[in-house]
């Protein structure tokens, strides 16, 4: 069974950051473009950011731009997401994904998923 591990998240204060990380087991993920996606309570699930297999290109939502970098490490088959000058619309519970394709920011084209990791920013 494939899994999507996420760790890293926690109540942190507004202005605050934490560092997402996300490790596969059951395979490696290194020729996957590697997503993160956010949940927050009564909303749908959104797109945060998105690294290519290479690490070459990114994508970011704009909620997130210039606060947010994603990055990976394929030796050691992990994910990356970290997150500074957070808000409370930040809150939301984080999940790692995974899709086949090359690049791709939407949703439907990740097939793997974690579990969710949360993260609540508040004071």
């Known amino acids: 069974q494939v899994q999507l ?6 109540l942190v ?5 934490l560092r997402l990380s996300c490790a596969p087991s059951g395979r490696t993920f290194s020729r996957y473009n590697m ?3 956010r949940q927050a309570p009564g909303k749908e699930r959104e797109f945060v950011a998105s690294i290519t297999w290479s690490g070459s290109t990114t994508a970011y939502a704009d909620s997130v731009k210039g606060r947010v970098t994603i990055s990976r490490d394929n030796a050691k088959n992990t994910v990356f997401l970290q997150m500074n000058g957070l808000k409370p619309e930040d809150t939301a519970n984080y999940y790692c994904a995974a899709s086949s394709m090359w ?4 949703e439907a ?3 793997f998923w974690g579990q969710g990791t949360p993260v609540t920013v508040s004071s």
Not at 5 to 10: C, F, H, K, L, P
Not at 13 to 17: A, L, Y
Not at 103 to 106: A, K, L, M, Q
């Open 13 to 17: 204060q507004p202005g605050g950051s």
């Open 103 to 106: 690049y791709t920011t939407r």
């Open 35 to 37: 997503g993160w996606f």
């Open 109 to 111: 084209d990740f097939g």
């Open 5 to 10: 591990v996420e760790s890293g998240g926690g």
